[in-house]
Structures are given as C-alpha cells and as structure tokens.
C-alpha cells in the first residue's frame, strides 16, 4: 500500500510532465515579455534555474517549444470554438457568433498580445501541422452549425463539407495574423476591419439561406 503522504507527482513521468510544462509557462512568459525572436534556451533556461541542457533534455529546440505553446493556444481556441457551435440560439445566431469570435480573438491578440501574436505567426510558418489541425476543428465546428441549420431549415440543404471550407476561405482575411497585420500596416483601424467583417458574415448569412419556395 501507498504512503498516505505520496502523491502523483512522486512518479518520474509525472515529475517530468510537470517540469515540462514548467518550461512552457516560463517560455510563455518571456516570449510575451521579451518576443519571440529574442527569447533564447538560455533565457528560459537562466529563468528556471536549470541548465540549457536540461531544457533540451525536454525539448529539442526553441522551435519545439514554440510548437508546444502554439498547440496548447490553440487547444484552447478550439473548446471556445466547439462551446459556440454546440451552444444555444438558432444556428444563424451560433454561426455569426463563431465568426466574430475568431476575428475578435485575433484582433485582441494583435493589439494586446503582440509579442505572442508574432510566436503564433511564427508558428504558422515553422509548426504547420498544428495549425492545421486546428484549421480542421473550425472547418468542422463550422459544420456542425451548418447541418444543425439545414435539419432545422434556416439554411439551405448545400455540401456540408465544401460550404464549411468555402465559409473558412471567405474569412481568411479577417483570420490569419498576416492578413490582419497587413490591414493595419496599410493604416485600417479595427472598427473598419469589423465593419468588413460584418458585412461579410451577413453575405455568408444571406447565402445559406434556403431558396424562396416558387
């Protein structure tokens, strides 16, 4: 029988997922504070109180950190995603909300989050598995907010899966960091980048409404 006083964190592969994710709430930190790009092993290392080598003994590069910071973002990203589609209201009301919400948490991370919106950036460039993945649980929230509204009749009986890829093409601008960051480099303010926005959802809104019966 186990000593009352063990707890799971005396195994070895607890103890190593925890200074894992030590690591990655360190490198999280300085990469808000610092940036990305001047953030080094050895900074995150020095922060930990450990050696570079130890880092490494958990992952095998900056890059690899990054990839496992990227994929826990969107992790998170994906459940909110997932909540809206499964959530309540019509399915119009679901898919506008869905929209929004995916502009709006790119915008934020833009203005108030740079540092970490260029290591998302980054990672679109180094990490695209991850990011695909994540691309494919909005194409399949989408979806699932498309179907609920052909079986409930606000929305037209189309493809689900190619109309769902079509909705993520048509947003792309006001989703992927660099089409938001060109906006605003050519001198865009968000409040006219959201009225684009609306405007775009109340398009996709119109066209997947069903054909007035003849």
Known sequence: MKPAAETLQDH?????????????????????????????????????GMSPANVYRFFA????????????????????????????GRPPER???LLRFLHRREV????????????VTAAIGEHWGVVQRFVRVIV??????????????????????????????????WNHPHHVAECFAHGETPEELRAAHEDMIAFVLRALRPDPIA
Request: hydrophobic letters at 45%; zero cysteines.
């Open 108 to 119: 934020e991370m833009f203005f108030h989050e740079k540092r970490l919106h260029d290591m």
């Open 12 to 48: 070895p592969a607890d103890r190593a997922e925890a200074t894992r994710q030590r690591i990655l709430d360190v490198a999280l930190g300085l990469f808000r504070t610092m940036g990305y790009q001047k953030t080094a092993v050895a900074d995150i290392a020095r922060e930990l």
């Open 140 to 173: 399949d929230s989408i979806r699932h907010v498309l179907m609920d509204g052909m079986a409930s009749g606000d929305f037209a009986r189309l493809d689900p899966e190619r109309t769902a890829l079509t909705i993520k093409h048509a947003m792309l601008p």
């Open 95 to 97: 898919m506008a909300e």
């Open 61 to 88: 590069s900056k890059s690899a950190i990054n990839e496992a910071i990227a994929a826990q973002m969107l992790q998170s990203l994906s459940e909110s995603a997932w909540e809206i589609a499964r959530g309540p």
